[in-house]
Structure formats: C-alpha cells, structure tokens
C-alpha cells in the first residue's frame, strides 16, 4: 500500500525556523520529494533525497530516514513569500510513480 | 527557453459532454504525466506515458484517457464529462536528476494547470 502523511497547516513568523514533517509507506521506496505550490500556481521542485540524511540549499534544508519512513523540510529565515503548500511525494521504483501527500499549508504572519 | 504548457487554462462544459485538455512540452522529456488535485485528496496520478505510444493508468484512470503520438504532446480526454471530474488537472514532465550516490531520479516539471468546471 502506499500512504503519505503530513500535517494539514501550520503557521509560523517571519524570520523565524518551520520544520515540516512527513511519514510514508511506500512499496519500493525510492526517493522523496518536497515541492512547493503557491496558491493558483503549479508545484515548483524544492528537494530531492533518496540516501539518509540531510540536504541543504540556501535556506531550505530536507531529511531522510528510511528505516523510520520519515522526512522533515526545514524552512529557515522564513519570509512571507514562503506562504504556500509543501507537499511531500514518495517515488515508487514500481513504474517510477511519484505519489503526493495532501500538502502542507504554511502561513508566515509578520 | 524550453517550458511545458496546458490548453486551455480554464473550461467550463456540461456533463455528459468530451473534453480534450492539451499538454504540450518543449523539454524533449520521455516521460509525461497526467495529475488532478482537489481539495483535501492533494495530487493523484491519473495516467502517464514513457514516450511515444506507451501508456499507463495511474490510480484515478477511470473516466479519462491519453494518447502519445508523439514526444512533445500528452492530450487528457474525458469522454463523457462527469460533476466528479471537476477539478484542476496538471501535466508534468520529468528529467532525470542524479543524487550524491551517482543513482538517477525523475523531477516532474509541472504546466500551469488546467481549470475544468463540468456542471
């Protein structure tokens, strides 16, 4: 079976450090994916992470554990422009299908 | 620049009525899908190609269907539009992104999204 969780919303403040939780189960795992969506925009690629551990770009910072299922985002710095969805998506090695959480909903207030 | 773009951005159709939703890439990626996001399901596979003429249903395929005939273009039919297919569609295509292990990765590269009202 294949099942992706993340928590619906979350708010946080400007300049301040949001970490976005996600748990999966996926038959032939093999990779996880951040991406972000705007609202009434497309889904831009954030991260990628296939080995444990943790992977950096500027500001936003994404996490692996395989044996636990699990992956954060880390938004650091946040600004108001971070206001959007992040969703979480686990890459199934069985036809190379990348299957999407509902999507996190952050709000940075001021 | 290469990009991915969607036809038409918005649609409003009757039920019962077919509709082609046109998803053309640029990219000259293999690999092309067809997702559908609503409120509180987030996006769900509904078909995808590995290039020209290969198919494949995704978990919501029931109701919709693709044809590959060529590289650049993926067009989404629904046959006979239902009140349930309301919804925003969104093509993507991918390339292959490698990790630090050396191992290759398909990043989906999302169009604009398609806007389809069935009333």
């Known amino acids: 079976g294949q099942n992706i969780d993340q928590p619906t919303e979350m708010t946080a403040t400007e300049g301040a450090i949001v970490q976005i939780n996600c748990t999966y189960q996926?038959?032939?795992?093999?990779?996880l994916f951040w991406y972000q969506q705007h609202a009434g925009e497309a889904p831009t690629f954030l991260s990628y992470?296939?080995?444990?551990g943790l992977e950096e770009k500027g500001r936003f910072s994404s996490f692996l554990s395989r044996s636990k299922g699990y992956s954060y985002l880390l938004l650091k710095e946040l600004q108001m422009k971070d206001s959007a969805s992040y969703l979480c998506a686990a890459l199934s090695k069985y036809g190379g299908k990348l299957i999407f959480g509902q999507g996190t909903e952050l709000s940075v207030k001021p | 620049d290469a990009e991915i773009t969607q036809s038409p951005r918005h649609k409003i159709t009757e039920t019962g009525r077919q509709v082609t939703l046109a998803c053309h890439q640029t990219w000259n990626h293999n690999n092309m899908f067809w997702y559908r996001q609503d409120l509180g399901h987030g996006l769900r596979l509904i078909h995808y190609s590995y290039g020209v003429q290969d198919t494949n249903k995704g978990e919501v395929s029931d109701g919709y269907s693709v044809s590959r005939s060529n590289t650049e273009d993926l067009p989404l039919t629904l046959e006979s539009a239902a009140s349930s297919q309301t919804s925003v569609y969104f093509c993507?295509?991918?390339?292959?992104?490698?990790?630090?292990?050396?191992?290759?990765?398909?990043?989906?590269?999302f169009g604009a999204g398609s806007r389809l009202t069935v009333l």
């Open positions: 996926t038959s032939g795992f093999n990779g």
């Open positions: 992470n296939v080995l444990d």
């Open positions: 993507a295509s991918s390339e292959t992104l490698l990790d630090r292990g050396g191992n290759g990765a398909n990043v989906l590269t």
